[in-house]
């Protein structure tokens, strides 16, 4: 077992999360949401850049930031690491991120430059890291013609 330096390491504790109606004999009335009209405009900036539209890439990026900080036109060019930054921002806790970030072929990167576990410990393997076991359901369903993914 290891210990990580607690300098370095943050676990973010998510009040946009806190239900004030909770009670044990409840169970909370908070709504849920399914979708987001803030990762809309997410989306649309990424395949807007994907397609080489930086103009309108950008106009959906400072819809976004614009709601959250009040300032209109923060950005004034776009990336998909900026895209990336206001994904993590505007969504933290709420998206899957992981699917993202290997969609958009940027895990190994962020995950080595932003995670003090895999910094300190070296815990990122691409060759197991990169997917996701199959369910052992699913592998019995499918009458040998699926296979585990490597690693699992």
Not at 26 to 32: K, Q, V
Not at 102 to 109: A, N, P, S, W
């Given at each position: 077992?290891?210990?990580?330096?607690?300098?370095?390491t943050n676990f973010p504790i998510f009040k946009k999360f806190d239900d004030e109606i909770f009670s044990e004999a409840?169970?909370?009335?908070?709504?849920?949401f399914v979708f987001r009209i803030a990762e809309t405009h997410l989306i649309a900036a990424e395949a807007y850049l994907a397609a080489g539209n930086q103009a309108a890439a950008l106009t959906h990026l400072n819809i976004v930031r614009e709601r959250a900080t009040g300032v209109a036109d923060e950005y004034t060019s776009v990336t998909i690491d900026d895209?990336?930054?206001?994904?993590?921002?505007?969504?933290a806790g709420e998206a899957n991120r992981w699917?993202?970030?290997?969609?958009?072929?940027?895990?190994?990167?962020r995950i080595l430059a932003h995670n003090p576990h895999v910094q300190d410990h070296g815990a990122f393997d691409a060759s197991i890291h990169l997917l996701?076991?199959?369910?052992?359901?699913?592998?019995?369903?499918?009458?040998?013609?699926?296979t585990q993914n490597p690693g699992y």
């Open positions: 077992m290891y210990s990580l330096n607690p300098e370095r409840t169970d909370g009335a908070r709504d849920t895209i990336l930054n206001e994904r993590a921002l505007e969504l699917a993202v970030l290997k969609r958009t072929g940027k895990l190994e990167e996701r076991p199959i369910p052992s359901s699913e592998l019995e369903l499918s009458d040998g013609s699926l």
